[in-house]
């Protein structure tokens, strides 16, 4: 199956600082990568669609200035969390399709964000 | 509007014995229906799939799916249980028009019982 990378899986920041997870397809090209957000025991939630070359499209309540989303390639997509608070401690997991003509979703390793 | 439910929020089983997660979906049209597995701290793994055709899915690790459409349902089952199933299982629809994103149910946390 396809591989898409994630990194870091594990980071640990202080309150104030950004912090920037890579989410990278080893095999395939992407034109749109998918950001989630999963609280503990609960579902994953979007946060934003990534489009290669335009700018991303936010969930509504999903502060854009916080959660700058970079997708400069067509195998990578960045999600940057700046200043970031303790409230924002949380797994954040990246996801695309390999083509129009793929139906199944290939998701991240995951990260796990805590800032203190 | 597209929703999926798992009314479950944990399921336990002994090994050896079939199990069931269920999960019912809202979607307009026809809909493609996911569920995928999660381990502690890692990404989501695919299990299987329904888009179109047999409503029997067959899948990894020796799941199987069930896609009702008068039930709007679309249960996981597997007939005998393995310890190393115990995980998050989440169900998922994309619709087909629209945009590409899943929208995921709450998740069932399988425990499977040596």
């Known amino acids: 199956g396809a591989v898409v990378s994630q990194h870091p899986s594990r980071v640990i920041c202080k309150s104030g600082t950004s912090v920037k997870i890579e989410c990278r397809s080893l095999d395939f090209q992407a034109t749109t990568m998918f950001w989630y957000r999963q609280f503990p025991k609960k579902s994953l939630m979007l946060m934003a669609t990534?489009?290669?070359?335009?700018?991303?499209?936010?969930e509504q309540g999903v502060e854009k200035d916080k959660f700058l989303i970079n997708h400069a390639s067509l195998t990578l997509s960045t999600l940057t969390v700046t200043s970031a608070h303790p409230e924002d401690s949380s797994f954040y997991i990246c996801s695309m399709y390999r083509g129009l003509v793929d139906t199944e979703a290939f998701f991240g390793q995951g990260t796990r964000l805590t800032v203190v | 509007a597209q929703s999926v439910a798992q009314p479950e929020d944990q399921v336990n089983v002994a090994e050896g014995n079939p199990l069931t997660v269920k999960c019912t979906y809202s979607v307009s049209g026809n809909p493609y229906l996911f569920w995928y597995v999660q381990y502690p701290n890692r990404g989501l793994q695919f299990l299987l799939k329904?888009?179109?055709?047999?409503?029997l899915v067959k899948g990894s690790y020796g799941f199987e799916a069930e896609f009702n459409k008068s039930q709007t349902s679309f249960h996981l089952k597997k007939p005998s249980a393995l310890v190393s199933d115990s995980a998050l299982y989440f169900c998922?629809?994309?619709?087909?028009?629209?945009?590409?994103?899943?929208?995921f149910g709450t998740g069932t946390r399988l425990t499977v019982i040596p």
């Open positions: 329904y888009i179109t055709g047999d409503n």
């Open positions: 990534s489009n290669e070359g335009s700018k991303a499209t936010y």
């Open positions: 998922a629809v994309r619709g087909q028009t629209g945009a590409n994103n899943l929208f």
